[in-house]
């Protein structure tokens, strides 16, 4: 199923305030909608990952029933899930409603009075709905996914980082490797305990394990300040 909706808009010309805008559920992402309209509060009645399209005979629905089922394909949904919903990803509540206001800004000249529906009620309130139906059928696992004190970047020099989960124990490798490999490269894959310098530039994946369960994986890669200036010294010569 595809994790970016689609955006569109009608035109209601029989308004007596003219022309307005209003965001249609086109993929129906966030499940079966009740019959309301604007200002009503619109209900989510269904779940459309088991009762909607994805349930039906269309090839696209048969072959992601298939993958579901495969354990593997489940976490690394998850893991797209972690990256794209969380920790500035382009699906987070900020970049929606940034991109949202790039294109109501293109669009004003034709339609000035767009519906603040989208705005006020769908981004504030898509990311509880999908979360909890992706997590129904497995592919979400972002509740213990490890946090990082610092999402990746630039850091100081003798920067400690600090991961936090809310249940389990959480395992993290500096190698680029999937935590996941703990039975087959114990010495890379390590528990994590305290805070630990970033001394060099990095990529830190880390997984929780509660009960034989992954969580889904947090990755973000770390280099420090020095290295940028010296990067940046180096090319203006």
Request: hydrophobic share 30%.
């Amino acid at each position: 199923t595809r994790l970016v909706r689609d955006w569109s808009s009608d035109v209601c010309s029989s308004d007596l305030d003219g022309e307005r805008s209003f965001g249609t559920d086109g993929k129906s992402m966030l499940g079966t909608l009740s019959e309301q309209r604007w200002p009503q509060k619109r209900t989510v009645i269904s779940n459309n990952l088991t009762m909607g399209s994805l349930a039906g005979s269309s090839d696209i629905a048969r072959i992601f029933r298939s993958l579901v089922k495969n354990p593997d394909f489940r976490l690394r949904f998850a893991d797209r899930v972690q990256k794209h919903y969380f920790n500035g990803g382009a699906l987070t509540d900020k970049n929606i409603s940034h991109r949202h206001s790039e294109l109501r800004d293109t669009m004003k000249g034709v339609l000035p009075r767009m519906n603040p529906y989208i705005e006020n009620q769908w981004i504030p309130n898509r990311q509880s709905i999908v979360m909890g139906q992706m997590a129904s059928i497995g592919i979400q696992r972002s509740e213990n996914a490890p946090n990082f004190s610092r999402h990746g970047g630039e850091v100081p020099v003798g920067y400690q980082l600090s991961i936090a989960a809310s249940t389990g124990k959480v395992y993290y490798t500096l190698d680029g490797d999937d935590p996941r490999k703990l039975s087959t490269k114990p010495n890379l894959v390590k528990v994590y305990k305290t805070p630990f310098v970033i001394n060099k530039p990095v990529t830190v994946k880390a997984r929780t394990l509660v009960n034989g369960q992954w969580s889904a994986l947090t990755e973000a890669a770390f280099f420090r300040s020095e290295e940028r200036r010296v990067g940046k010294e180096c090319r203006s010569r």
